[in-house]
């Protein structure tokens, strides 16, 4: 049974850092493209960026560009998202989700349950 579990949200401050886990189980992290998502209050889930099986970064968004990046522990069984310069604008409910594809389409398939991320301060 596929199954994802993000941890790591929390309050910072603009200008802070965060890191965001996926915890997988019932498949492996590297045999599948994994992307994060998030919904801010009052508007639609977006794609924020994924990893490819190949190891490559996909960024959906570019407001994230030089600020995210995202990186996966074959032994932790986890995907990472790591934060910095947080903007008030990131805050959201991130989402991690196993790509329905074996590339970053977009698009996810199997998803966590969510972590809030809040920036203000």
């Known amino acids: 049974q596929v199954q994802l579990v993000e941890s790591g949200g929390g309050l910072v401050q603009p200008g802070e850092s965060l890191r965001l886990s996926c915890a997988a189980s019932?498949?492996?992290?590297?045999?599948?493209?994994i992307g994060w998502f998030r919904q801010a209050p009052g508007k639609e889930r977006e794609g924020v960026l994924c990893?490819?099986?190949?190891?490559?970064?996909?960024y959906y968004v570019d407001s994230v560009k030089g600020r995210f990046t995202i990186s996966r522990d074959k032994a932790k069984n986890t995907v990472y998202l790591q934060m910095n310069s947080l903007k008030p604008e990131d805050t959201a409910v991130y989402y991690c989700a196993t790509d329905p594809r074996d590339y970053c389409s977009g698009y996810g398939l199997s998803w966590g349950q969510g972590t809030q991320v809040t920036v203000s301060s």
């Open positions: 019932g498949f492996t992290v590297d045999y599948y493209a």
């Open positions: 990893i490819s099986t190949l190891g490559d970064t996909v």
